[in-house]
Structures are given as structure tokens and as C-alpha cells.
């Protein structure tokens, strides 16, 4: 059974910049979560996604956002990138709220 | 953001011995415990979880104590191999939001 997918692994932007970020869970888990990873801060939450409405969100500012489609992959923006938010970006994904949640390998982004 | 704490604490351990990885959770309304393993240029990668009425769950060399009196979670890895270097996260389940701890650097000598 395939993991999680997340693309693009890498990418770099410069400030000012938006980007959309990718992630495929692994087949037949309808919730995908969000967490963006930092030496500083560690995983922190975005939001959660569960049959294409959002369930859950953390306490980041609107320019972070995102979407599930109905086949369950979920994109999320960040729009007018400032260079804090240099980071890792996991996706995870569960069954039910009652499973613990499968890790992509994240995209790197770094903003110039 | 949400987070527990900024200070990434870091055990050497020496291959063979057992290790015992400790966590602090904040939340008494949690029921749900995971404790994951990141290895490097990867994602946090299931280890084992718990739920808030069982003390203690074993699995493959590795054993997970809840202690709900302290709010204190560990994990413990028998015979510890090279590859069980890695950052070892706890997280809590609070009302359907999951809350990760700050990590636990592992390094295993060999």
C-alpha cells in the first residue's frame, strides 16, 4: 500500500511569492492534516481536512490555507511568503479519528 | 502556532542497552497518546500509541507507559540498534486535535 505523497520535496521562493503544496494519502483515509515543522517552534498544527471540509485549524494567519478534493488529496497555499515561513510542510493522513496519522516526507520550502 | 516548548533535549545511549525516552504532556483531557520517530530528511513515522485507559501497550522491542496521574508518557526501546538513532516525538490527542512535544534527539553508540 503506498504512503503518503507529498510533491514538490523541495522548492524555493522569494518573499512576496505564493505557493501550493501537494499531498496524496494513503488510499481510503478521508482526513489529511496539515503541520508545518521548525528547529524553533517543532510541529505545529495547520488544519485538518475530512470529506473536503475543513475540521480543524491551528492558529496560523489567513495567508496559510487549504483545500481536499473529493478523491481526498489536499493542496494547501501560503500566499505573500514572508521568509519565516522557511520550513518543513507534512501532510498526514488517518482512517478515523481513532488511527494515528501516516507522515509524508514533507516539502522543504525555503524563501529567499 | 501550537507547540510544547523550543529545547530539543538529546540521549546517548549505548548499543545494546535499553532506552527510555521520557515526555511531559499538558492536556488531562487527553485520551490518545502516539509516539513517533523522525529520521533525517524524512517524516515523523508511527511507533506506537496508547489510549488514556491503559497504563501500559508493548509492541516490537519498544513499550509505551502512561502515567495519567503526572501526565507523563515514555517510551522504551529495548536493545537499542544504530538505527534507532533518530528524534522521538510524543503527541497528545485533545479534542480531536493532535499536539506534538518538542522531540527527543536518540543516539545510539556503537
Known amino acids: 500500500k503506498a504512503g503518503v505523497t507529498q510533491t514538490p520535496r523541495y522548492l524555493i521562493k522569494t518573499r512576496g511569492q505564493q505557493v501550493t503544496l501537494s499531498c496524496s494519502p494513503i488510499s481510503g483515509h478521508r482526513s489529511v492534516s496539515w503541520y508545518q515543522q521548525t528547529p524553533g517552534q517543532g510541529l505545529q498544527f495547520l488544519f485538518e481536512?475530512?470529506?473536503?471540509?475543513?475540521?480543524n485549524k491551528g492558529n496560523f494567519p489567513g495567508r496559510f490555507s487549504g483545500r481536499q478534493f473529493s478523491n481526498s488529496r489536499s493542496e494547501m497555499n501560503v500566499s505573500t511568503l514572508e521568509l519565516g515561513d522557511s520550513a518543513l510542510y507534512l501532510c498526514a493522513s488517518r482512517l478515523t479519528a481513532n488511527q494515528p496519522q501516516h507522515f509524508g516526507d514533507g516539502t522543504r520550502l525555503s524563501i529567499l | 502556532g501550537e507547540s510544547v516548548g523550543l529545547h530539543l533535549p538529546t540521549l546517548s545511549v549505548q548499543e545494546g542497552d535499553n532506552s527510555i525516552i521520557n515526555c511531559a504532556y499538558s492536556?488531562?483531557?487527553?485520551?490518545?497518546f502516539i509516539w513517533y520517530k523522525q529520521e533525517s530528511g524524512k517524516g515523523p513515522q508511527f511507533i506506537i500509541d496508547i489510549r488514556s485507559n491503559m497504563d501500559k501497550r508493548q509492541g516490537q522491542r519498544v513499550t509505551v507507559l502512561l502515567n495519567k496521574t503526572v501526565k507523563h508518557l515514555s517510551l522504551q526501546i529495548a536493545a537499542t540498534q544504530p538505527g534507532d538513532s533518530a528524534v522521538y516525538f510524543c503527541?497528545?490527542?485533545?479534542?480531536?486535535?493532535?499536539?506534538f512535544g518538542p522531540g527527543t534527539s536518540l543516539s545510539v553508540i556503537p
Open positions: 492536556n488531562s483531557a487527553s485520551d490518545y
Open positions: 503527541a497528545e490527542r485533545v479534542t480531536n486535535k493532535v499536539i
Open positions: 481536512y475530512f470529506s473536503e471540509t475543513q475540521r
